[in-house]
């Protein structure tokens, strides 16, 4: 049966590396219905509104949706999008594969799976100034907040994650030596989910910056991890950088009722327009996209096929060091499916 997905193109690159990649999925055979909707500029063009509840009601609809990069129209009254669907359906866990792909890179055999909680730590938005005197802002506080809810869900998610991927180890990446109560209750939590998972995945704790150092000189012990939403955003962006960068790296975002996968670059302004943007990223988010919906053998089809291109270096497009347009590119990449 067809699978209904909100296809969201986006602004700047992103309607040719979504039009790319819908071109890859029917040449790949996957049964998807595609409905379009708009946001970011391009929706304010439309509708005057970046964020439309037309597009919302058809996430909330179809609950999975493949999304380019949006621009955040700078002015009163807009919100970031990207977190403006966050909230609207709660998607709690934000997934990055780094995968080594691209060969003569400093590091070779990376293959992590970073899970970040998305919704809630220092990030909840909980900040102040304090005033002293006539300083208004003599000082300023955030306040990290971790619930049993929110450390459970995005704890259980990971260790899923690893069973149905086939992923023998779980790293929980905390600071619970010194933040020990907001750090201490996630890591608590994890060991007592770790505890269900035993025998079946293995996990190890690990403090932040202990992690930080190892992921740049033997990244290729970690497999999962999960974390805080402060550490994952860091640490999401430094295995992106094992890799070979944001252009090649996927990120989904995950909630009970919706799903949104998107590339983790943003609309490339410099170079949108030229034909020669580089499709990868939201190829691996469709393909994360299709391991959602249960497809995940011609997920992993497709990756061979990009893996092949991508080694072989011929066709590629500028930012990996080659002189292919998207559509040259794309039909390289369809040819060796
Ligand atoms: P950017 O990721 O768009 O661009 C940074 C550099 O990487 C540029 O030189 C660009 O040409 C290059 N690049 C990015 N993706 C590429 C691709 N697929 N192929 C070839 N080269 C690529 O970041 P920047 O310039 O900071 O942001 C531009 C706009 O994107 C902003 O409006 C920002 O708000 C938005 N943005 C949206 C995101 C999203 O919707 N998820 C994420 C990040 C930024």
Redesign the pocket.
């Known amino acids: 049966m067809s699978t209904t997905v909100t296809l969201i193109p986006?602004?700047?690159?992103g309607p040719s590396?979504t039009d790319a990649t819908v071109q890859l999925l029917a040449a790949a055979g996957a049964d998807i219905t595609w409905e379009t909707h708009l946001a970011?500029m391009a929706a304010v063009a439309a509708h005057g509104d970046p964020m439309p509840e037309s597009t919302i009601d058809a996430i909330r609809r179809s609950r999975v949706a493949l999304?380019?990069?949006?621009?955040?129209p700078v002015g009163k009254g807009f919100r970031?999008?990207?977190v403006a669907l966050r909230k609207a359906f709660d998607l709690y866990a934000n997934i990055r594969p780094a995968k080594s792909i691209l060969p003569g890179l400093r590091f070779d055999g990376v293959d992590i799976v970073l899970v970040r909680e998305n919704t809630e730590g220092l990030y909840i938005g909980i900040e102040n100034y304090i005033k002293v005197g006539a300083d208004e802002r003599a000082a300023a506080q955030s306040i990290a907040v971790v619930t049993r809810l929110g450390a459970e869900r995005i704890h259980r998610y990971a260790f899923e994650y690893a069973l149905a991927h086939g992923r023998k180890k779980v790293t929980i990446v905390h600071k619970a030596n010194i933040l020990k109560y907001s750090q201490g209750l996630f890591l608590d939590v994890g060991r007592e989910v770790a505890a269900e998972y035993a025998g079946r995945v293995q996990v190890e704790e690990k403090i932040v910056d202990a992690v930080a150092m190892e992921l740049v000189m033997r990244p290729e012990r970690f497999d999962v991890i999960v974390t805080t939403n402060l550490f994952g955003d860091i640490l999401s962006d430094l295995t992106s950088g094992l890799v070979g960068g944001?252009?090649l790296t996927p990120g989904a975002n995950i909630g009970k009722d919706a799903a949104i996968f998107?590339?983790?670059?943003?609309?490339?302004?410099?170079?949108a327009g030229k034909g020669?943007?580089?499709?990868?990223?939201?190829m691996l988010a469709a393909c994360q996209l299709l391991d959602h919906i249960g497809d995940g053998a011609r997920a992993e089809g497709i990756r061979a096929a990009i893996a092949s291109v991508l080694r072989e270096r011929k066709t590629v497009?500028?930012?990996v060091g080659g002189s292919a347009t998207t559509a040259e590119y794309t039909d390289a990449v369809i040819a060796r499916l």
């Open positions: 986006g602004d700047g690159i590396i970011g999304k380019g990069p949006l621009e955040t970031s999008i990207n944001l252009g998107e590339a983790v670059h943003g609309t490339a302004p410099d170079i020669i943007a580089n499709p990868t990223a939201v497009t500028g930012d």
